[in-house]
């Protein structure tokens, strides 16, 4: 027994809620990918998850988890010892193909991927720059290292060519690591890969992006930021981007999260990778599941990334037009930036009372007054809901920010 620490953390916790900044978990059904229950029975609308084709309750995709797991439910071990389902390699070997590169290695969460990937890359001379805005498991990955970190800011790459050039006289015989998100996952926004791979190539420098909500979310068949910008300027990055790291969670609608680049790469991670060595692999049916959405998607990409673009338009306008302040950009990730975290918490409470659920995201995922609610599209919500949600938006944003 320790009262004391016991008593230290209730403090912390008091003040936390006195700052509007507890978190709770609030329980919640999916009854269709838009919508959702609550314990009482209650439904909402849902633009809150990441789950951008709603492929999380397509027939394939649950019939795929059914059929699975009457082989069996758990993997029973790491996918070094009793775990190495084939569905796991059917997987991978899709993922390579989809994303044109050699090899791929399933982790089982994305973040466990960006921990287990930079802690084993990384040696205790080498130099990691990392984009400001980069997601949690990304710093969180760079924290473990024994790498120095440099943290640039957010899509400067002035910044980062000056911070390199600071390092790179003293780390001759160093690695420098790049690591960007793709798609920045609070903001919304787009990495400048093709500046990040010129700087990559000019300082030798081992290019990461992590592709968590760019795969199945941007380029033309939802291959993620090098189509993005192939479709934009026509030059192909694939073979400039070493490493690619996404999530099974998100448009691939089940979880778990996945590395792809050279054999090399992956040979190296499959015998150094902590959490990929010492974790029980991720179950078939999780496995079968994205394995069926990513099917999905490379069968229906036009489909699908028409309505996503579409529903995200939609929402972008209907917001904008309100003059409310979102971050400008093309991705269904529309942050609302509120300010105090007061303010946002209350508009997501609003909303709720009104069948909406939007959450709000608070410091320490945002910076200090840039509270904002992070609202999501997905390519299947309907017209009727969208208009519905920004209208609701816009009248209670009106009504609290004038009190
Ligand atoms: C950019 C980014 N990388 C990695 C992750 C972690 O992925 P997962 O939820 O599969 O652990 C997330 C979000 O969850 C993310 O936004």
């Keep these: ?27 919640l059904r999916f009854i269709s990918s838009t919508k959702a229950i609550d314990n009482d029975g209650n439904e909402f609308l849902v633009f809150g998850t990441n789950n951008y084709l709603g492929l999380t309750h397509h027939p394939d995709v649950i019939k795929a988890a059914q059929e699975t797991s009457e082989s069996g439910t758990g993997s ?21 193909e989809f994303k044109n590169v050699e090899s791929t290695l399933i982790f089982n969460t994305g973040y466990m991927t ?3 990937v930079i802690y084993a890359l990384t040696k205790e001379n080498d130099v990691i720059f990392s984009d400001q805005l980069n997601h949690a498991s990304i710093i969180d990955g760079t924290r473990i290292s024994k790498a120095k970190v440099k943290v640039y800011k957010h899509k400067d790459t002035k910044d980062l060519e000056n911070l390199i050039l600071d390092e790179i006289e003293s780390k001759k015989d160093s690695n420098l690591f790049i690591v960007s998100d793709g798609v920045f996952s609070m903001d919304g926004d787009i990495a400048p890969l093709p500046e990040l791979v010129e700087i990559a190539d000019k300082y030798n420098c081992t290019l990461i992006i992590d592709e968590a909500h760019a795969t199945g979310v941007i380029g033309k068949t939802g291959k993620g930021t090098v189509e ?5 300027t026509g030059i192909d990055l694939t073979d400039s981007v070493d490493l690619q790291i996404g999530t099974l969670s998100k448009a691939l609608a089940s979880e778990g999260g996945f590395v792809c680049g050279k ?36 069968e229906n990409s036009e489909e699908y990334l028409n309505n996503l673009n579409s529903n995200t338009s ?20 529309i942050p609302i930036i509120i300010g105090p975290a007061e303010l946002a918490n209350k508009i997501s409470k609003e909303l709720e009372k009104e069948g909406i659920i939007v959450s ?17 599209v997905i390519a299947t919500h309907t017209k009727d809901e969208i208009e519905y949600t920004a209208q609701k938006i816009i009248e209670i944003w009106n009504i609290l920010n004038k009190n």
């Design 1 to 27: 027994m320790n009262p004391n620490l016991e008593n230290k953390l209730k403090e912390e916790l008091d003040e936390l809620k006195t700052n509007n900044l507890l978190r709770t978990v609030d329980d």
């Design 76 to 96: 029973t071990g790491s996918r070094l010892t009793t775990g190495a389902s084939f569905e796991a390699r059917e997987l991978e070997n899709n993922i390579s």
């Design 114 to 116: 960006n921990l287990g």
């Design 228 to 232: 993005y910008y192939k479709d934009k």
């Design 263 to 298: 054999q090399v790469y992956i040979d190296y991670l499959i015998n150094k990778s902590r959490p990929f060595i010492f974790a029980t692999a991720l179950s078939p049916a999780t496995i079968a599941s994205a394995n069926a959405a990513l099917n999905l998607l490379k």
């Design 314 to 333: 939609l929402m972008r306008k209907l917001l904008c037009d309100a003059g409310l302040n979102i971050v400008d950009g093309e991705t269904p990730i």
């Design 360 to 376: 709000a995201i608070r410091p320490p995922s945002v910076p200090k007054d840039m509270s904002r609610l992070r609202l999501t």
